[in-house]
Structures are given as C-alpha cells and as structure tokens.
DNA sequence: CCTGTTTCCGGGAACGTTCCCGGAAACGTT
DNA sequence: AACGTTTCCGGGAACGTTCCCGGAAACAGG
C-alpha cells in the first residue's frame, strides 16, 4: 500500500498524489476529491521513513531527557512541546536512563533524524567543547547544571533556575523563622547535579546565619526515586541527631519524607518543618500542602524554545537566562 | 555527512560500510578496523528514516497510550518496554489526549512505521470489527474497557483486571467492616472507561450487601486529574450528606480525596475510609498510606507482549486473559 | 596447472516519498 | 488568430540505506 497504488486507483500520478497529501494549491477540486476518496477506502497513510528521508527533516527538534521518572519534567516537557509545535516545528522526544551519556545520545539522535536544534532537560551538563562540537546543530540545555564551567558559555545556550540561590533562599526562609538545625535529603553530593547545586545554596545559607553544617544531618541517597528518598529520611531519623526542619532538594524527596517523619511520630510542621524546590502538581496534595519553591515550567520552556528558535534561525544569541522561583507556602514550615 | 562518505574516507564501497555497520560477516578484519576508525572520526550515524524505509520495520510493536498523565501507565508502560526489548523487538510509543480516536491514532502509526504488532494501553475499546480490520496487524488491549463488547472476542486479545469484580471487591471490603454510606469518587459514570466498570461493581457490591446506591454520594470528575478529583472530592463534602467511606476509582482520585478530606478535618480513617485501586507508587507515600487493590504491571506487560509476539508469530492464539490484584492494607480503611 | 571452494568486496536495484521541471491544456488579451 | 498566462498534471531524480548478485582474488586439493 504506496502511494503509487493509490495514485493507480484514482487515476493520476504520484505526484498528484503527493500534492494532495500536502495540499499543495496545484491539483483541481475533482481530482483532489477522488484521490481523498481511494485513500479513505484504502486507509492509506504514508510512509513517515519515506518522508522524513527525502524532506530531510529539518524542521524537528529534538528534546533528550534524563530521568523521566520525574515527575517534575513531565510538566516541563508538556510545556516544551506545546512551544515547539507553536513555533511551526515537530519534536521528537528521546529519554535517557541515568547512566547514559546524553551527549551522544543527542548526536545520535541528530543524525539518525536529522534534527535542526535540540534541548537537553536536566542532568549534568559538563562536556568540553569539542565534544559538542560533534552535535553540529544549536543546543540548549534547560534546568541543568554546570557545576565544572568547563564550557565556555558562549557556545551554547541555557535556561534555568539558578538553583544554589534558589536552595539558599529556600533554606533562609528556615533559618528566618529560627531554625538552625536543618536536615537536607539530597540526591548526592557529588554528582554534578542540579541536587549538588541546591546542597551549596544549602550550604551557604547556613554559612550566611552562621550555623555549621553537621555531616550528620546530610543524607544522600544516590538514586533518584521515591522510596530511596524515603529510606535515607528513616537512616536521618533514626541517626538520633535533632532537627527541627529538612531542606528536600527535590519535591518528590519531600514528600517521602513527609511520609517518614509521619511514621516516626514527628509532626509536620509542629515539631519538624520540611521545604523543597520543583513544584511539581502532586505536592499540592500531599499533607500538609508542601512549602515548597515553585519553578515556572511554563516560562522556562517558553523562553528554552525561544531561544533556540533565534538561534536556529540565525539571529545568533546565545543566552543563559535564569528564572525565578515562586514560592508556595503550604503547610510544612513553622516559625521557633 | 552519509554513508558514501564514510566509504569515500575509508576507500571501500557503500555496501562494504553497511556490513560493518550491521557486522556483517563477509567483511576482513583490516577492512572493519578501518571503517569503524572513520565512522568514529567523523562522528558518523547511519540515517534511521532511510533505514526504516529499506528494511520495512517488521520488527518493532507500536504502544499507544491514551492519558500519560495517569500515573498509573507509566509502570505499564516500562513493563512492556522491557518485555518487548526482552522479545527482541523495538518499541515505539504514541501517546494521544483524551479525545483522540485511538484506533485511528494505530492505524496511522501501524502504517507509517510498518509496525507488526500494537498494544492498546487503557481507554476505552469499543470497535467494530471492520474498523478494527484496518489495522492489519495483531493487536492487543490492555488495562481497557470493552464495556459494549461490540467486537466479538476471537478478533483480538487483552489483557486487564476485572475491573468490574475488583471494584466489588474493593467496596465489599467496606461493605464487610460495617460500611453502609459509602460515596464514589469516578470518572464518568458512561465514559465506556475502566472508570465505568469500577463503577458497576461498586454498585453490585452495594446491591450484594442490600444497600440502596444514593445518587447524592457519587461524584464525578469528567476529567482525569487531580485537581478535578480534588473538587469532585470537595463537593461530595460541601453536599452535606453523611458518609462513612469513599470508594475511589483509581488512586489519584484517592490521594485527592485524602487531601480534600483532610482539609475539611475529617480525619482518615476515623471519621472516614478510603478505598481505591491502582498501585500507583506515589500512593504508597500519601499519609496515611492508602489502601488500594494494586494491579500487578510488571505480570501484565509480560503477559501483554508474550500473547501478541505468539500471534505475530503464527500461532494463532487469541486470549483474554484477567489478572488479579493485590489488596494492599494501608491505613485508610477502619471498620466501623 | 587446472578446477572448485571460500572469502571478500562492489554494483545497482529497491524502499516510498517529495519536489523541481517541463509540458499540455484552458483561458484571456490584443 | 496569434500570443502570453495561468492552471493543472506527469516524469524522473533524489534522499540514505539494505541486500542480492555477480565477480575477483586467495586458497585448497588433485
């Protein structure tokens, strides 16, 4: 079933065919009605290798994505998505499980689907130049972290939120409020991740209201995941040490350790305040509401799209924007 | 950058770079070394679209998904993707919104991609055979609803819970602990859904314990999220009309539920149980811990690819096959 | 040295599209 | 009536692969 079986039933040529597929103005309304016909009967649909083959593709744009497990990206995706395809472009989306090298993937995906732009979502972004040299097509990457700067940002583009200020503000907003033994769950603090940045604004913010961090009160779990966050909350708890807030890197951990704090009778917000960083829809329904800082999805997606738009169509700005957070006062957070 | 330039740099032919890049046998040692020394140095990937279009896909199952906001498909979805993989087959997911026609939505990805099989993930499926006949290619449903049963059984094969017997379930293990005023929190009551079926058997279950189903302690959402079951949730409460447990149809809607109960300080599972079914794994950190009848994902995928690889493979074995769930006591549910 | 076999390689058709180009009508204009 | 213009259509090259087929070496056995 080609296009040539349907340009034989309705009597015309492949051309013709194609012209109707793309309506094109060329072709009369007799012969375009009669063709929509055999194609209806025969439930034609093109071959989408066909096409993308010979028309090049050079209107997608690729979104690699590390960790869909997130719930946090899924909003972020959405958001892409939708300015993709207002932009006039497809998008093909390639998700990557946590060891892989997004690097090559993205490369991988340039050629095979030869892309006109691509954009990193999360992870780590610490390649040299010659490495992205390989890529050949404007990138940008969004919410991730750099935390080497071994590439000089003017070869490439980013957005996201700045998160060691945004961990920092995070964790004044406790320390405002008197507490000054704060807990932190995060990811690791070595993985050159968006967590290991929100460990500095954590780190700093202690800094700035003078308090020493105890190792004691730090908790990484190493595996992006719910129950992971959840076991290295129960390790926290049952180390004995006293705390009366925890600063969660990410929602998700936050809300596996409402649910530890919960089973080891600690109350939230009375006796252990808990804020994170993301925003993501199921924090709102925890119990209590997460106190968490919000990041616009929308905007940051919105301007991600943007930007690589200009870039792609030669108005050469490669730009590095940061965003705000928004902070949403739940209920997890009381003032000593 | 194509194939032909890698076998220019490498002086060899096309063909020659081809069998490398499919290790082919018939190719010298030396031959290899050097070609695979090239397609290394220029960053080389082979273009999918003209690969697809030669070998015609016969190789790879199309997914689709209607509502990846569920959370529930997600576990799904990684379970059929392993087992596909597993196969030895590739995996292409299509996801579709709410409205869309899914059939149609298969029947184009069936075509354009020259896939041999297709798995139905959730919605309804409601066809009739002549529709069905356009796709082609074996076909498989699961976690679907097939509330008309239109198609007759032996056109196609499935795989899902009962959903109508284990809503039953779910609400007779109310109904056995005392609970007479149950409400439910659903989709639609005819959206030809899972939702639907849930519904039924919460109605059966209510009829086999001699208890009048009261219109004013249903609720429902017309759209899957939580929001929208956030405010179903709340207005069953703002109603007035007494309530000892609420049967949710999935455990989005119950973690909703949870929240909305909660904020109108009727205390789970005092005052109020909560009942649902899914499994998903954020409800295993909702406070408390839901109690839910958690479908078995990893078993249904398995099952799911393992039926469709027989039928594409000739042995015509067309099956419907119901899996059972497992009653996972949290703490939500209090007999009276 | 001749012949048969094996090993390796290149040529070229095919996959299903798109799109440029050229041409044939049909229509208008002087 | 002759000539431009427009409208519509078909031919055919091109996209980047795979894979069959045929052939040239290299090698074996007699």
Not at 254 to 267: F, Q, R, S, T
Not at 269 to 294: H, K, N, Q
Request: aromatic share 6%; proline share 3%.
């Amino acid at each position: 079933m080609t296009i040539k079986d349907v340009a034989r039933l309705s009597g015309v040529s492949a051309s013709t065919v194609s012209r109707v597929l793309n309506n094109h103005p060329d072709v009369s309304e007799s012969v375009r009605e009669k063709v929509l016909q055999i194609i209806d009967e025969l439930h034609y649909v093109p071959n989408n290798s066909a096409r993308d083959l010979v028309r090049s593709g050079e209107d997608t744009v690729g979104v690699v994505v590390r960790g869909a497990e997130n719930p946090f990206f899924t909003g972020l995706i959405r958001s892409v998505e939708q300015e993709i395809e207002k932009a006039g472009y497809a998008m093909v989306l390639h998700q990557i499980k946590s060891g892989d090298d997004e690097l090559a993937a993205g490369a991988e995906l340039a050629r095979s689907k030869r892309l006109c732009g691509l954009i990193f979502l999360g992870g780590s972004f610490d390649y040299t130049a010659d490495r992205t040299a390989a890529l050949g097509i404007p990138f940008i990457c969004c919410s991730y972290s750099n935390s080497f700067g071994t590439l000089e940002k003017s070869s490439y583009s980013s957005v996201s939120i700045n998160d060691e200020e945004e961990a920092r503000r995070a964790v004044k907003y406790l320390t405002d409020r008197g507490h000054q033994k704060i807990a932190v769950l995060l990811d690791s603090v070595n993985d050159h991740s968006v967590s290991e940045l929100r460990y500095r604004g954590y780190c700093r913010a202690l800094e700035e209201a003078g308090i020493d961090p105890d190792p004691d009160l730090t908790e990484e779990t190493h595996v992006y995941d719910l129950p992971a966050a959840y076991e290295g909350m129960k390790r926290l708890i049952g180390r004995g040490k006293d705390f009366t807030a925890v600063f969660a890197t990410a929602d998700s951990f936050g809300i596996a350790a409402l649910k530890a704090l919960n089973e080891a009778g600690k109350k939230v917000p009375e006796e252990c305040s808990v804020i994170a960083i993301d925003g993501i829809e199921m924090s709102r329904y925890s119990i209590p509401t997460l106190t968490t800082l919000v990041q616009p999805v929308e905007e940051m997606g919105r301007k991600a799209v943007n930007i690589l738009m200009d870039v792609i169509e030669g108005k050469d700005r490669t730009a590095h924007v940061y965003v705000k957070t928004d902070l949403r006062e739940g209920g997890t957070v009381k003032a000593i």
